[in-house]
């Protein structure tokens, strides 16, 4: 064989310094097949590779029957047998499993003996495609006390990410301490203990890639919710997200940033679109949002798992406050919806202390019943504030949850399933 050379850089002082040299011959084809005849035969066998290609193999144009299902395509008045196949061009983008068999060289009347391996692999022709379907144009107005996003991708979409820059620092994640993706804030994590902190040893989602928590990052970013689709959202793409746009400015503009994630993607959010090959839209937008809101402080984040025996918090501006009214009056101007309906207003309570961004709100604390329901994966919760004497007093706080089996004794109707 030629001489070959390799540069090792020295080891420290004191290690030790140990390499193992590999090569193999070549036989090239037509090179005979080895029978494993023996335990010596087998040992020698496996240590000799046989390579085999797909000449010329293109996914873009590959002719292939989806599914692996050897369909035809029915077609009036003609036979079965002379039914088109109801074949593909060019793989999906996606997981694709490839199989193959290794035959050993036995005889044409012999029963063959094979093996097959399998290999999933990834066709990445392009990134991630999707459309931000409200707001739908740059530079639309948003208002209210928040407003609901939707953005509608294709199937290979794992997750959705959204990062919001508007004109008011004061609604910055930082402030607010919740994870509305706005501004300066800080990265996702799982707050085991309920205090409100990341603490050593608690799941966070690196969004920089540093393998550190950052308790400040400019800019942040919060996951969307995948949502079953609403026939109403008229789009191509099959896939729907959803994000609440929280604690809107009063005038101003602002950018919504949205990435789309596949499986190929790098959840580096430092990198730009093209280096983390992800799908981007960007959008321009008009703020004019309420003087006064509410928010829903706990559960803090979209995602969030409870059961019937966490307590929601509600916190609600100190302006609305109405001393000369009993707490049960106060109380009854929130409804809480769960599954689509108002619940039992059973066990509320206000605490008038200061709590929130600026300690400028007041707190409804609403012990949640047992919600849970195998029919929805996530739950949406939607507490509505509603002045009896001002209809334009209205304001309303999204939240969607996971919603865990009750902890207490319940009734189940297992039979018959359904009414």
Known sequence: MPWASVNIPKPAT???????????KNEGAGAPSWWPADNNA???????????????????????FPHNDYARKPTDGVTYENWPWAMQTGLSEGFHILRARAFLN???????????????????????????????????????????MVVRTDMTVQEVWY?????????????????????????????????????????????????????????????????????????SQP????????????????????????????????????????GEITRAILTQGNAERILIGFPANDGDTVDDNY????????????PSITEAEMISRFTFFAQGNAQDRTGWSINYGSFGPGNN??????????????????QEFRVVYQDPNDDEKTYTAIRRVVVNPGTKPFTRITSPAVS
């Open 42 to 64: 087998v040992t020698y066998k496996k240590k000799m590779l046989t390579t085999y290609q797909v000449a010329n193999f293109n996914p873009a144009t590959v002719q292939h």
């Open 163 to 235: 990062s919001i820059n508007d004109s008011d620092t004061n609604n910055d994640d930082t402030i607010t301490k919740q994870q509305n993706g706005n501004g300066i804030g800080f990265e996702p994590f799982v707050d085991a203990d309920a205090d409100g902190a990341w603490d050593s040893g608690e799941t966070f989602t690196d969004l920089n890639g540093n393998g550190t928590y950052d308790a400040s990052l400019n800019p942040t970013w919060a996951k969307a919710t995948e949502v079953t689709p609403n026939p109403s959202v008229i789009s």
């Open 311 to 322: 307590t929601m918090q509600v916190w609600f501006p100190k302006s609305i406050s109405n």
């Open 361 to 378: 709100f007041h707190q409804l604390s609403i012990p949640l019943p047992n919600l849970y329901n195998t029919a929805f994966h996530q």
């Open 14 to 24: 004191g290690t030790t310094f140990t390499y193992k040299i590999g090569f193999f």
């Open 106 to 148: 036995r005889g044409a009347n012999q029963a063959p003996l094979y093996q097959t391996f399998t290999q999933t692999f990834y066709y990445d022709a392009q990134t991630p495609q999707g459309v931000l379907a409200f707001p739908a144009t740059n530079n639309a107005t948003v208002g209210g006390s928040s407003y609901e």
């Open 239 to 278: 896939r729907e997200w959803r994000f609440t746009y929280n604690n809107i400015p009063l005038t101003g503009a602002g950018t919504v940033k949205i990435r789309l994630v596949e499986a190929s993607s790098s959840r580096n959010f430092s990198l730009d679109a093209a280096a983390a090959h992800v």
